[in-house]
């Protein structure tokens, strides 16, 4: 299995900055691709941004310009660079990982995993 374990959350002044970070663990494994989502309180689970192995990346209109996603491919971590944060940022933010994993002496069979969720919030 893979496990991932988000940081980074916390409470921020409007205009300010967090970083949020996904790491990921377990069996032998390479990330193809990560998805950022957003859950603003009350409201569904909206996907934030995505990023491939390659460094191919997208963003959501409300976040583009503000946040950017990075991967570091050593230490099987992403991250969520968020800059300008407004209060509808505010909520919690998932990561989803998508890729391979290594079983049966060298099988690589797909994936995906989620984490488990960090809090933030922005004050206006």
């Known amino acids: 299995q893979v496990q991932l374990v988000e940081a980074g959350g916390g409470l921020v002044q409007a205009g300010g900055s967090l970083r949020l970070s996904c790491a990921a663990s377990?069996?032998?494994?390479?990330?193809?691709?990560m998805m950022w989502y957003h859950q603003a309180p009350g409201k569904g689970r909206e996907l934030v941004g995505g990023?491939?192995?390659?460094?191919?990346?997208n963003y959501a209109d409300s976040v583009k310009g503000r946040f950017a996603i990075s991967m570091d491919n050593v230490k099987k971590t992403v991250y969520l660079q968020m800059n300008s944060l407004k209060p509808e940022d505010t909520g919690v933010y998932y990561c989803?990982?998508?890729?391979?994993?290594?079983?049966?002496?060298?099988?690589?069979?797909?994936?995906?995993?989620w984490g488990r969720g960090t809090q933030v919030t922005v004050s206006s």
């Open positions: 990023i491939t192995k390659g460094g191919g990346q």
């Open positions: 377990g069996t032998i494994f390479r990330i193809n691709d």
């Open positions: 989803k990982v998508r890729g391979q994993m290594m079983r049966n002496l060298g099988r690589w069979d797909d994936f995906d995993s």
